[in-house]
């Protein structure tokens, strides 16, 4: 498993127009629920079923090369858990799951949220380096590991 | 009996009695004069009698009697109307001159009869006039201290005087009125929205305090005072008051014997209660009183309503008048709407906060006008730094704030650090060093530091503080 550093700041939706996943019209649609009701562009895209969260995930992927993880397989050492706070996961949608040395890999809903990116690397003052996973599989983790914390 | 004829005859009238031994010492000269012409000679002897004198001076005195008498019967009635006139005339109206004449002193005595009757009658008109004029009189004074009393209150309510000012005067105009010498009043808590005893003035007001009123419970609905304020009307608790248990215990906790309660309402609204009363058992209220104390509690009602007008109006303003930034009581709900968006957006959202270093100094030295001038530029250089997504505020004194939607830590200190930059620049070219000012700023950003607005404010409150003792004109994070 080769992680992947972040290569653009690309949004979501321009992104899966260009695989054809959805038309500008879905994506102008999406923004307009998104300011309303709010959440995350993916997460609208799926509510919306104009997407499927695997589309996304491999929108990302194949564009980005962003590696996708199937968070459902996967264990995660609870001292990795504590190097981000709870709320900051829950608001950006990641989750860490690995650290070695001074290099965090995270797994994130959105890895192209720099910010996100940027703040886990300031709490952390690790390197960060991120993975691709649904959001459901992200908030079911987070529930799990850090409820167990 | 005569001797008081005598006197009214001869003592009440002395120019008329002269006039009259005048005419009457003449008649009996001229008489004697007469009888002496017809009879040279008197002292010889007529048809055999020796002396024809004493005859004569007996027929002269007789005649002088009668004409006497005549004389005292046309002069006594003039004397007697006289005498009543004067009296008549020194006021006393009741008199009557008795004359049983048909003459012309008869209908003299009748026509002054008349005429004092008519006066009496005139002057007992007037007395009526001057009663009713004298309660018309107490009446408007009566009106004019009611008005002037209200004007005085809606002076205060108009010249924005502090609400306990106004209530103060309120309470002290009710021992103005109805005998009263004790009042208080019941008000809202705004806080709590609990019925309170708020002030109380007048004789037992000490007493009052001291036995704990303030802390009386009032329920809505419930006891008398409860009741009462529900009513929207004014009740009086006079004599007349049928006793219930209720007002057995209002009178017992008040301390009073009479009382006027009238509700503080207005469109609707209950503020509370305006209770005046007094330790007079027999006191027995009346529509005039009820009239005072209703508009007493509606200018009340009044001042309540424009106070909590004023309150709403701070709660609406969002901006600072000196420097046309944000207020402090905006930023704070607009930071904590922003963090809602943030967290729905899945972004971050940072709060920036700046002090101005040494600023208390600078005002010492330069006074309040500089600073004043100082605050408005550093206001421009925030103005002119931040994006229209971005919301800049002056958060206390002389400290800033900025709320930067969508940014995090990295971004919200390169702008923090450029406004840093920024005032140091312009004020770096002052002659006297105490005039460069320079800031300090910390960045908190959310979800890392906090995740609602008073955390944010919390947490860069402390790296302020540890900016600003480092030495400030730094921004820490």
Redesign the interface.
């Given at each position: 498993m080769k992680p992947y550093k972040r290569a653009t700041t690309k949004h979501l939706g321009e992104l899966l127009v260009e695989r054809g996943v959805i038309d500008k019209e879905q994506v102008s649609m999406a923004v307009a629920y998104?300011k309303e009701?709010?959440?995350?562009f993916g997460e609208v895209l799926v509510e919306l079923k104009f997407a499927t969260e695997e589309d996304i995930a491999q929108a990302l992927t194949a564009q980005y090369g962003f590696p996708y993880l199937p968070l459902s397989s996967y264990e995660i050492d609870l001292k990795v858990i504590s190097a981000v706070?709870e709320?900051?996961c829950?608001?950006?949608?990641l989750i860490p799951i690995d650290k070695i040395g001074m290099s965090l890999t995270l797994a994130m809903a959105?890895p192209l949220?720099v910010?996100?990116v940027?703040?886990v690397e300031?709490?952390t003052s690790c390197a960060v380096q991120t993975f691709v996973g649904t959001a459901s599989d992200i908030k079911e983790a987070i529930d799990k590991y850090y409820k167990s914390k | 009996m005569v001797k008081i004829y005598f006197r009214k005859l001869f003592l009440s009238s002395k120019k008329l009695k002269n006039e009259l031994r005048i005419a009457l010492g003449l008649i009996t000269l001229i008489l004697l004069v007469f009888l002496g012409y017809l009879f040279p000679g008197l002292d010889s002897s007529l048809f055999g009698v020796k002396s024809v004198l004493p005859f004569i001076a007996f027929v002269a005195l007789f005649i002088v009697v009668i004409s006497f008498l005549i004389i005292i019967q046309i002069v006594e009635p003039v004397i007697k109307i006289s005498n009543e006139a004067r009296l008549m005339a020194g006021g006393d109206w009741n008199r009557v001159i008795e004359l049983a004449r048909e003459d012309e002193i008869g209908e003299l005595g009748m026509a002054l009869n008349q005429m004092t009757r008519r006066i009496k009658d005139n002057v007992e008109q007037l007395r009526d006039f001057s009663k009713q004029t004298e309660s018309i009189n107490l009446e408007v004074n009566r009106r004019i201290l009611i008005l002037s009393s209200l004007i005085e209150i809606s002076n205060l309510i108009a010249q924005s005087t502090d609400l306990e000012v106004i209530l103060k005067a309120g309470a002290d105009k009710c021992l103005e009125f109805g005998g009263m010498n004790f009042s208080c009043l019941i008000l809202r808590d705004r806080a709590t929205n609990e019925f309170k005893v708020h002030l109380i003035s007048g004789d037992k007001s000490d007493q009052l305090i001291e036995s704990g009123i303030k802390g009386l419970e009032i329920k809505l609905g419930k006891g008398l005072i409860g009741k009462t304020i529900l009513k929207q009307d004014v009740t009086i608790i006079d004599s007349k008051t049928e006793s219930s248990s209720e007002i057995s215990e209002f009178k017992k906790t008040f301390l009073v014997d009479s009382a006027i309660l009238a509700p503080i309402t207005s469109k609707g609204n209950v503020f509370g209660l305006l209770i005046a009363g007094n330790n007079d058992s027999h006191f027995t209220g009346s529509s005039a009183d009820k009239e005072v104390f209703y508009l007493i509690s509606k200018q009340i009602a009044i001042a309540v309503t424009n106070d909590i007008l004023k309150d709403e109006i701070r709660k609406l303003e969002v901006t600072d008048h000196l420097t046309g930034l944000f207020n402090n009581t905006f930023t704070r709900k607009r930071l904590n709407e922003e963090i809602k968006r943030a967290v729905s957006l899945q972004q971050p959202c940072s709060f920036a906060l700046f002090s101005i270093d040494r600023f208390e100094e600078f005002r010492d030295v330069f006074g309040y006008i500089a600073a004043e001038h100082a605050l408005i530029t550093i206001g421009n250089v925030f103005k002119e730094s931040i994006s229209k997504d971005e919301k800049a505020a002056r958060f206390g004194d002389h400290e800033f704030a900025l709320i930067l939607s969508a940014k995090n830590k990295r971004e919200s200190i390169k702008i923090a650090e450029e406004i840093r930059k920024k005032i140091e620049a312009g004020f770096a070219k002052e002659e006297d060093p105490r005039k460069r000012l320079t800031c300090s700023g910390a960045i908190a950003e959310n979800p890392i530091d906090g995740v609602t607005a008073e955390e944010l404010i919390l947490k860069s409150g402390v790296i302020l503080a540890e900016a600003m003792n480092k030495g400030g004109n730094g921004i820490m994070h």
């Amino acid at each position: 498993m080769k992680p992947y550093k972040r290569a653009t700041t690309k949004h979501l939706g321009e992104l899966l127009v260009e695989r054809g996943v959805i038309d500008k019209e879905q994506v102008s649609m999406a923004v307009a629920y998104q300011k309303e009701k709010g959440g995350l562009f993916g997460e609208v895209l799926v509510e919306l079923k104009f997407a499927t969260e695997e589309d996304i995930a491999q929108a990302l992927t194949a564009q980005y090369g962003f590696p996708y993880l199937p968070l459902s397989s996967y264990e995660i050492d609870l001292k990795v858990i504590s190097a981000v706070p709870e709320h900051v996961c829950r608001q950006f949608c990641l989750i860490p799951i690995d650290k070695i040395g001074m290099s965090l890999t995270l797994a994130m809903a959105d890895p192209l949220n720099v910010q996100a990116v940027e703040d886990v690397e300031l709490i952390t003052s690790c390197a960060v380096q991120t993975f691709v996973g649904t959001a459901s599989d992200i908030k079911e983790a987070i529930d799990k590991y850090y409820k167990s914390k | 009996m005569v001797k008081i004829y005598f006197r009214k005859l001869f003592l009440s009238s002395k120019k008329l009695k002269n006039e009259l031994r005048i005419a009457l010492g003449l008649i009996t000269l001229i008489l004697l004069v007469f009888l002496g012409y017809l009879f040279p000679g008197l002292d010889s002897s007529l048809f055999g009698v020796k002396s024809v004198l004493p005859f004569i001076a007996f027929v002269a005195l007789f005649i002088v009697v009668i004409s006497f008498l005549i004389i005292i019967q046309i002069v006594e009635p003039v004397i007697k109307i006289s005498n009543e006139a004067r009296l008549m005339a020194g006021g006393d109206w009741n008199r009557v001159i008795e004359l049983a004449r048909e003459d012309e002193i008869g209908e003299l005595g009748m026509a002054l009869n008349q005429m004092t009757r008519r006066i009496k009658d005139n002057v007992e008109q007037l007395r009526d006039f001057s009663k009713q004029t004298e309660s018309i009189n107490l009446e408007v004074n009566r009106r004019i201290l009611i008005l002037s009393s209200l004007i005085e209150i809606s002076n205060l309510i108009a010249q924005s005087t502090d609400l306990e000012v106004i209530l103060k005067a309120g309470a002290d105009k009710c021992l103005e009125f109805g005998g009263m010498n004790f009042s208080c009043l019941i008000l809202r808590d705004r806080a709590t929205n609990e019925f309170k005893v708020h002030l109380i003035s007048g004789d037992k007001s000490d007493q009052l305090i001291e036995s704990g009123i303030k802390g009386l419970e009032i329920k809505l609905g419930k006891g008398l005072i409860g009741k009462t304020i529900l009513k929207q009307d004014v009740t009086i608790i006079d004599s007349k008051t049928e006793s219930s248990s209720e007002i057995s215990e209002f009178k017992k906790t008040f301390l009073v014997d009479s009382a006027i309660l009238a509700p503080i309402t207005s469109k609707g609204n209950v503020f509370g209660l305006l209770i005046a009363g007094n330790n007079d058992s027999h006191f027995t209220g009346s529509s005039a009183d009820k009239e005072v104390f209703y508009l007493i509690s509606k200018q009340i009602a009044i001042a309540v309503t424009n106070d909590i007008l004023k309150d709403e109006i701070r709660k609406l303003e969002v901006t600072d008048h000196l420097t046309g930034l944000f207020n402090n009581t905006f930023t704070r709900k607009r930071l904590n709407e922003e963090i809602k968006r943030a967290v729905s957006l899945q972004q971050p959202c940072s709060f920036a906060l700046f002090s101005i270093d040494r600023f208390e100094e600078f005002r010492d030295v330069f006074g309040y006008i500089a600073a004043e001038h100082a605050l408005i530029t550093i206001g421009n250089v925030f103005k002119e730094s931040i994006s229209k997504d971005e919301k800049a505020a002056r958060f206390g004194d002389h400290e800033f704030a900025l709320i930067l939607s969508a940014k995090n830590k990295r971004e919200s200190i390169k702008i923090a650090e450029e406004i840093r930059k920024k005032i140091e620049a312009g004020f770096a070219k002052e002659e006297d060093p105490r005039k460069r000012l320079t800031c300090s700023g910390a960045i908190a950003e959310n979800p890392i530091d906090g995740v609602t607005a008073e955390e944010l404010i919390l947490k860069s409150g402390v790296i302020l503080a540890e900016a600003m003792n480092k030495g400030g004109n730094g921004i820490m994070h």
